[in-house]
């Protein structure tokens, strides 16, 4: 039997997804395996201007959100906003407090740590998703994109493409890009569909918002 959500309940479900996002992103960073696309892109423009993780964050979710907000303003809600704000600096706050626990030097903590951070990933993505209070800057960029295409290109391959030109953007201002990027890229969707399939057959959402998955359109109950 399905459970529906209040509001309240829906953004402290947000929250811990931003938690899990921030502590995957950090223990990821610490690994120097790479990290997901997005946050390869973050990490080569914060070498760049020399900015802390969260600063940088917050400057890439700006900027999405300004290009979001002349195409598809409807898609920004308070989960966008939230994870604006916080996202980045959870990230940051995570990163120095694993630093101390992780030993680069052992093989059997760097695949440990990884498995725990697309783990992770996966889980906050379907927490930030299932509440259905507004998708990430990132997830409203790909929307986006997809729809200027007018139907012409799924959404995965929007996003595949995203993804792409972000590693490579990355990479050429000094981030790293490695197995964990690969990983990210295609471990964390079939992780974030697990998650979100417990998630939903627990909880349902009366809301007319409609949230985009992959190649479709789905509209929770």
Known sequence: MTKKMDMKTRVMMLILG????????????????????????QVGVGRILGWEFGA???????????????????LIGIGTVLTFFGT???????HNIFVPFVNRDSMIQLVGFKAFALVLMG???ALTI??????????????????MFKGRVAFRWVRIANDLIFVVIGFALGATVGVGTFLSAFAVGPITNYFMDKLRARYSIASKTEVVVEDTVEKPA
């Open 18 to 41: 931003m938690i899990c996002l921030g502590s995957s992103i950090g223990i990821s960073r610490i690994l120097q395996l790479g990290t997901d696309p997005y946050t390869t892109l």
């Open 56 to 74: 940088t964050a917050m400057l890439a979710n700006f900027s999405i959100l300004v290009f979001v907000a002349f195409k598809r303003r409807d």
């Open 88 to 94: 980045g600096y959870i990230a940051q706050f995570f």
């Open 123 to 125: 889980l906050a993505i």
């Open 130 to 147: 299932v509440p259905n209070v507004g998708p990430t800057a990132y997830g409203t960029l790909n929307v986006t994109v997809t729809d």
